[in-house]
């Protein structure tokens, strides 16, 4: 018998084609678990190369064996005339046909069935699928800077590129008599398709500058357009040969060009702008560069540290680089933002102000310490600093923003509301507008109106995870937790940061899954160990769990231990006040809950959030009736009571009567 005919008659053949489809239906249920389960990134590669080296082993193993009546024998002690293999054939064959049946509606639902909408049962309400249309009405002294292209065969010279490009447009944005759109919204556009009028019209520019460089040995050729988007037509363009030390007069020039094409009459301190620069040394200027690079990626700890030190450098080759101490200020910000570390706080002050020595006129630095303030909860140094930056520059979406948020977390809601409609007026194109004033109409409330603001975030930045993390967090604060949940994974699956494990953590806690809602939640005080809040979450799944005790009041005391320090630098945070009462309530001291609750009330008494927290606290404390008042009162104030009715914390209270009908009051 051929050895062709053996393998056949052993059905090495058809355990071939059974493993294929097999393999193939586990590496898609493998992708879909990994995006439901807590597991690492690298999980599929390591099912693809598991299924890889059981290949030769699985074809081994059917030459080798038979699977009889009496159990798996070797092939050569069953005798060749039974009916065994043949038998072991038919059975592999429906096995073949069942899951290549399997594999083929796998396919036809994943091209065919589309993707959840971002909004579930959006059909059911008008309001939900309404959008807000800017008026994207260009002004003609207007222009946006998009990223420069690295031509170089290398590919390695990206930094220089875009820090280029940033550059052309920082320095434009210091004319008054020029609307530059801002950096966030012109460089979300690399890597897309070019359409410059669809881009000119969502950053509410009438121009459009782009342009490349190519670097071959020392020598650097940059090309630069400027184009009309309302004609798509050009209206300037140049291609320059220099080396890298000309960069600083290529700069000016382009400068001079764009202000001469679009014909603006220059006041002197305008026109002096555009021949001052940082630094001459050359040197100092790529490290600042390349610190910029790093400042541009997903902030992590490496980035940041990355940053930090090229800045360093540029400061040892030039002490007094003040662009290089604004990136150290921007470094130390970022950190803070995300550690909330008393030393990142004093690194990032110091910084700034240091800028502000050198350079009195700074709008980026006052908004950048406006945001700092604001972090710490020092609203009046904040408000102080974002109203001299827009004293210096009127088009100032982002300081109008963070003017915003001040008087958000001041209670002062309409004053909050006109600031972000402001932002939007400013930058109509820009997806952190709407997002913000998305967010400000949730914290209010307005979930429904939230919606419409969400969803003009996602489409200005589909790709924005961000903008998703906040839409899912409107679904879930109206009850949709399956549709929250879904549109976070989204957003974990872009990047997967600390805000996306904590949203999917509080959607798997309101539905009752405790033990992912711990998982999720471990991951998210990995990325971020100082948040307090997410290790109090963290203690909150840990006591639903059974035998978990322990570990609940070690979260619990972190948690007190890290609020502490925050609250040390702004004693006056009702919502961090009253969430130091949940804490404490939950590890046994509910004097110290009281008393923080009382000072939390006092600030804020109408806050949903601080009745929201006394009424956990009260039925800790056994207190039903304290309880339910507090609850009709976070209800009344603008907390869903659907969330209410799905929050574990509140278990004791869902029989009651005067509890069920908290509805009513939304």
């Given at each position: 018998?051929?050895f062709?005919?053996?393998?056949?008659?052993?059905?090495?053949?058809?355990?071939?084609?059974?493993?294929?489809?097999?393999?193939?239906?586990i590496?898609?249920?493998?992708?879909?678990?990994?995006d439901?389960?807590?597991?690492?990134?690298?999980?599929?590669?390591?099912?693809?190369?598991?299924l890889?080296?059981?290949?030769?082993?699985?074809?081994?193993?059917?030459?080798?064996?038979?699977?009889?009546?009496?159990?798996?024998?070797?092939?050569?002690?069953?005798?060749?005339?039974?009916?065994?293999?043949?038998?072991?054939?038919?059975?592999?064959?429906?096995?073949?046909?069942?899951?290549?049946?399997?594999?083929?509606?796998?396919v036809?639902?994943?091209?065919?069935v589309?993707?959840?909408?971002y909004?579930?049962?959006?059909?059911?309400?008008?309001?939900i699928?309404?959008?807000?249309?800017?008026?994207?009405?260009?002004?003609?002294?207007?222009?946006?800077?998009?990223?420069?292209?690295?031509?170089?065969?290398?590919?390695?010279?990206?930094?220089?590129?875009?820090?280029?490009?940033?550059?052309?447009?920082?320095?434009?944005?210091?004319?008054?008599?020029?609307?530059?759109?801002?950096?966030?919204?012109?460089?979300?556009?690399?890597?897309?398709?070019?359409?410059?009028?669809?881009?000119?019209?969502?950053?509410?520019?009438?121009?459009?500058?782009?342009?490349?460089?190519?670097?071959?040995?020392?020598?650097?050729?940059v090309?630069?357009?400027?184009?009309?988007?309302?004609?798509?037509?050009?209206?300037?363009s140049?291609?320059?040969?220099?080396?890298?030390?000309?960069?600083?007069?290529?700069?000016?020039?382009?400068?001079?060009?764009?202000?001469?094409?679009?014909?603006?009459?220059?006041?002197?301190?305008?026109?002096?702008?555009?021949?001052k620069?940082?630094?001459?040394?050359?040197?100092?200027?790529?490290?600042?560069?390349?610190?910029?690079?790093?400042?541009?990626?997903?902030?992590?700890?490496e980035t940041?540290?990355?940053?930090?030190?090229?800045?360093?450098?540029?400061?040892?080759?030039?002490?007094?680089?003040?662009?290089?101490?604004?990136?150290?200020?921007?470094?130390?910000?970022?950190?803070?933002?995300?550690?909330?570390?008393?030393?990142?706080?004093?690194?990032?002050?110091?910084?700034?102000?240091?800028?502000?020595?050198?350079?009195?006129?700074?709008?980026?630095?006052?908004?950048?310490?406006g945001?700092?303030?604001?972090?710490?909860?020092?609203?009046?140094?904040?408000?102080?600093?974002?109203?001299?930056?827009?004293?210096?520059?009127?088009?100032?979406?982002?300081?109008?923003?963070g003017?915003?948020?001040?008087?958000?977390?001041?209670?002062?809601?309409?004053?909050?509301?006109?600031?972000?409609?402001?932002?939007?007026?400013?930058?109509p194109?820009?997806?952190?507008?709407?997002?913000?004033?998305?967010?400000?109409?949730?914290?209010?409330?307005?979930?429904?109106e939230?919606?419409?603001?969400?969803?003009?975030?996602?489409?200005?930045?589909?790709?924005?995870?961000?903008?998703?993390?906040?839409?899912?967090?409107?679904?879930?604060?109206?009850?949709?937790?399956?549709?929250?949940?879904?549109?976070?994974?989204?957003?974990?699956?872009?990047q997967?940061?600390?805000?996306?494990?904590?949203?999917?953590?509080?959607?798997?806690?309101?539905?009752?899954?405790?033990?992912?809602?711990?998982?999720?939640?471990?991951?998210?005080?990995?990325?971020?160990?100082?948040?307090?809040?997410?290790w109090?979450?963290?203690?909150?799944?840990?006591?639903?769990?059974?035998?978990?005790?322990?570990?609940?009041?070690?979260?619990?005391?972190?948690?007190?231990?890290?609020?502490?320090?925050?609250?040390?630098?702004?004693?006056?945070?009702?919502?961090?006040?009253?969430?130091?009462?949940?804490?404490?309530?939950?590890?046994?001291?509910?004097?110290?809950?009281?008393?923080?609750?009382?000072?939390?009330?006092?600030l804020?008494?109408?806050?949903?959030?601080?009745?929201?927290?006394?009424?956990?606290v009260?039925?800790?404390?056994?207190?039903?009736?304290?309880a339910?008042?507090?609850?009709?009162?976070?209800?009344?104030?603008?907390?869903?009571?659907q969330?209410?009715?799905?929050d574990?914390?509140?278990s004791?209270?869902?029989?009651?009567?005067?509890?069920?009908?908290?509805?009513?009051?939304n």
């Amino acid at each position: 018998m051929s050895f062709y005919s053996e393998l056949k008659r052993r059905n090495v053949f058809r355990v071939m084609v059974l493993y294929v489809i097999a393999s193939w239906v586990i590496l898609q249920a493998a992708d879909v678990l990994a995006d439901i389960l807590p597991v690492p990134e690298w999980t599929a590669s390591l099912v693809f190369l598991l299924l890889l080296l059981g290949f030769p082993l699985v074809l081994i193993f059917s030459w080798v064996y038979e699977i009889t009546p009496e159990g798996i024998k070797l092939e050569r002690s069953v005798e060749r005339e039974h009916s065994i293999t043949h038998q072991t054939g038919r059975r592999i064959e429906i096995l073949i046909a069942f899951l290549a049946a399997a594999a083929i509606l796998i396919v036809i639902v994943d091209r065919l069935v589309p993707e959840r909408p971002y909004i579930a049962d959006s059909t059911a309400d008008p309001a939900i699928t309404e959008r807000v249309e800017p008026p994207l009405q260009a002004d003609d002294n207007s222009i946006a800077v998009l990223p420069f292209l690295d031509m170089s065969e290398s590919g390695d010279q990206v930094y220089f590129s875009d820090g280029l490009a940033e550059e052309l447009l920082n320095l434009l944005a210091k004319l008054p008599e020029l609307k530059v759109a801002s950096r966030t919204s012109s460089f979300s556009f690399r890597d897309k398709p070019i359409d410059l009028p669809a881009i000119a019209r969502q950053l509410g520019v009438r121009y459009v500058l782009e342009g490349s460089i190519r670097k071959q040995r020392d020598h650097y050729r940059v090309t630069v357009q400027m184009i009309d988007a309302s004609t798509n037509f050009h209206k300037w363009s140049e291609t320059y040969d220099t080396r890298q030390e000309n960069i600083f007069a290529i700069q000016d020039d382009i400068a001079r060009k764009v202000v001469s094409a679009l014909q603006l009459l220059l006041s002197s301190e305008s026109d002096d702008l555009l021949s001052k620069h940082s630094t001459e040394n050359i040197e100092a200027f790529e490290a600042y560069l390349k610190g910029r690079n790093y400042l541009r990626q997903p902030a992590t700890a490496e980035t940041l540290e990355a940053a930090e030190s090229f800045f360093k450098n540029a400061l040892e080759i030039d002490p007094r680089y003040v662009d290089a101490f604004g990136g150290l200020c921007d470094t130390h910000l970022e950190r803070y933002e995300r550690s909330f570390e008393t030393s990142s706080f004093e690194q990032a002050e110091r910084a700034c102000n240091r800028v502000l020595t050198l350079q009195s006129r700074s709008p980026d630095t006052l908004i950048a310490l406006g945001h700092l303030y604001r972090l710490s909860g020092q609203h009046s140094r904040a408000e102080e600093n974002y109203r001299k930056a827009i004293a210096m520059k009127t088009s100032a979406a982002d300081a109008y923003d963070g003017l915003a948020k001040t008087f958000e977390a001041q209670n002062l809601a309409e004053d909050a509301r006109d600031a972000y409609q402001k932002a939007i007026d400013l930058q109509p194109g820009f997806w952190r507008g709407y997002l913000s004033m998305g967010n400000f109409l949730f914290n209010t409330g307005e979930s429904q109106e939230a919606i419409s603001y969400m969803r003009q975030a996602v489409d200005l930045s589909p790709g924005n995870p961000r903008a998703l993390n906040s839409l899912g967090t409107v679904l879930y604060m109206t009850g949709d937790f399956a549709g929250a949940r879904t549109t976070w994974y989204r957003s974990l699956r872009i990047q997967p940061t600390p805000i996306a494990y904590s949203n999917l953590a509080t959607a798997s806690f309101f539905l009752q899954d405790f033990e992912q809602a711990a998982a999720f939640y471990r991951r998210a005080t990995e990325l971020t160990p100082n948040d307090h809040q997410l290790w109090g979450a963290l203690g909150d799944a840990y006591r639903f769990m059974p035998g978990k005790e322990q570990q609940a009041n070690a979260s619990y005391e972190k948690a007190i231990g890290l609020v502490k320090e925050f609250l040390a630098l702004n004693p006056d945070d009702a919502y961090s006040l009253a969430m130091l009462a949940h804490y404490y309530s939950n590890t046994g001291r509910g004097l110290e809950a009281e008393s923080q609750l009382a000072r939390a009330t006092q600030l804020a008494p109408n806050n949903m959030y601080v009745h929201y927290y006394a009424a956990l606290v009260a039925i800790r404390a056994d207190q039903t009736e304290a309880a339910i008042g507090h609850a009709e009162e976070a209800v009344r104030e603008g907390y869903p009571a659907q969330l209410l009715a799905a929050d574990a914390g509140f278990s004791k209270l869902f029989s009651h009567e005067r509890f069920k009908s908290l509805s009513k009051l939304n």
